[in-house]
């Protein structure tokens, strides 16, 4: 039987998602745990990888065992023994050909800044006390979404494997939460390595205005990563949601 996990994290103590060595990552706590409940060897496959102090409110991954599970009761035991700052929010059955990375057909993050300092975000928000131009950051925003497909190799970072650097930004957005304290949401099929954390980077610049609209799009025809702005800290990030299609999803046990 192949199942889906949910999980929320906070990511600060761990090495991000991908098992590694030497180093403690979510994935190696998940399996350890899913091994010890299940009682046979558990390894995991995450929707993607998230970075050293990246956080989740709806990170996914698949497993395969050789046991029915009650649904409602593995996910209570599971919870039990994780760490207090890891969960699992559901637990749910899938056919044999989903996958918790190329199933996915949407991808969601948000990343938090606040523009004083305030001892209760941090490691969750990111402190960039400058003076920003919201409606400026939002027209570059909307400049992403505008384009169906389009290379950001600029915001990716290093080498990586990629075949494409294309991706589909479905949506891109800047909100006031209050006062001091606003969020970035973007949702595409898929994202480069360190592309949320450059694409806002980047248009702090813009919201600083060292860098113009016009750059903006100059930067990504670039499709090259020293154009694009500096790549911004992992506190302030969480992927949101993966979002997948209705069939691949077993009915509840």
């Known amino acids: ?31 350890e745990a899913l091994s010890l409940i299940l009682r046979e060897p558990i390894a995991t496959v995450g929707s993607g990888r998230t970075d050293t102090g990246v956080h989740a409110q709806g990170q996914v991954a698949h497993f395969n065992c050789n046991q029915l599970l009650n649904e409602k009761e593995h996910l209570h035991k599971l ?5 207090h ?11 044999d050909e989903a996958h918790a990375r190329f199933s996915a057909v949407r991808r969601s993050y948000q990343y938090f800044i606040h523009q004083k300092k305030n001892p209760f ?3 969750l928000s990111y402190l960039f006390s400058t ?5 400026l950051m939002n027209e570059a925003a909307q400049w992403l979404t505008e384009r169906k497909k389009q290379n950001y190799a600029c915001f990716s970072k290093g080498k990586t ?18 006062k001091d ?12 390595r360190g592309m ?18 016009t750059d903006f799009a100059t930067i990504v025809a670039s499709q090259d990563r020293r154009q694009a702005g500096r790549s911004v800290d992992a506190c302030g990030l969480f992927l949101t949601e993966v979002t997948y299609p209705d069939d691949i999803f077993r009915e509840h046990i």
């Open 196 to 213: 949320v954390r450059t694409v806002v980077g980047t248009m702090l610049d813009i919201g600083t205005q060292t860098t113009s609209l």
């Open 121 to 123: 975000l941090n490691g």
């Open 1 to 31: 039987m192949r199942y889906f996990l949910t999980l929320k994290y906070q990511g600060a103590a761990y090495h991000g998602w991908q098992i590694q060595q030497n180093a403690l990552s979510i994935q190696q706590v998940l399996n």
């Open 181 to 192: 304290r606003l969020v970035f949401s973007i949702s595409a099929n898929r994202f480069l």
């Open 85 to 95: 700052d890891i969960s699992i929010t559901e637990l749910v059955a899938v056919t």
């Open 161 to 178: 494997q990629n075949t494409t650097y294309d991706c589909h930004i479905f949506r891109a957005d800047w909100h006031v939460l209050e």
């Open 131 to 135: 003076k920003i131009d919201v409606d």
């Open 79 to 83: 919870n039990a023994v994780l760490p």
